[in-house]
């Protein structure tokens, strides 16, 4: 009759074999140290190379403050073009409410300062509800016509 514990025995000795075995080919199949150091060098070239990417996007690249800048700028300057030749402005202006609610139009000249010269019509289209009982001062009589026009006659 055989040791029962002979198959076990086996594949103590198979498992421990195959443990060698795997061993030698991990060794077989593992960069030299050759094969290493140059792998280090490739991936420290990679790393300087994403360095120097990183460094010129970074010399390059605008501040928050140095956008606004820009932006303000070029906000400006089309203003400017836009408005060059039709408006000049050597005071102040307010115009109050919403630019479409809030605006100013003149078929002619139109002077404002020390008193008012307007050259053309003018048109007040809420001109029905504008109060000036409470205004004091010398008078003049005007006319308004429908659609808010006004004028005087001298």
């Known amino acids: 009759m055989t040791d029962p514990r002979t198959p076990v025995d086996e594949l103590r000795a198979i498992a421990s074999e195959l443990d060698g075995i795997k061993r030698r080919l991990d060794g ?37 403050a140095q956008i606004t800048a820009e932006i303000n700028s070029r906000v400006s300057a089309a203003i400017a073009a836009a408005f060059a030749g039709n408006v000049s402005i050597t005071g102040s202006l307010t115009v109050n409410g919403a630019l479409a609610a809030a605006s100013l139009s003149t078929g002619g000249g139109l002077s404002v300062g020390g008193g008012a010269t307007v050259n053309g019509a003018v048109t007040l289209p809420d001109v029905y509800n504008t109060n000036i009982v409470g205004l004091g001062g010398s008078r003049k009589t005007v006319w308004v016509r429908d659609g808010g026009r006004m004028g005087n006659t001298a």
């Open 28 to 64: 077989l199949e593992s960069p030299s140290g050759t094969q290493a150091f140059r792998t280090v060098a490739k991936l420290s070239a990679l790393v300087d190379n994403i360095q120097e990417q990183l460094d010129e996007y970074n010399a390059s690249r605008w501040t928050n």
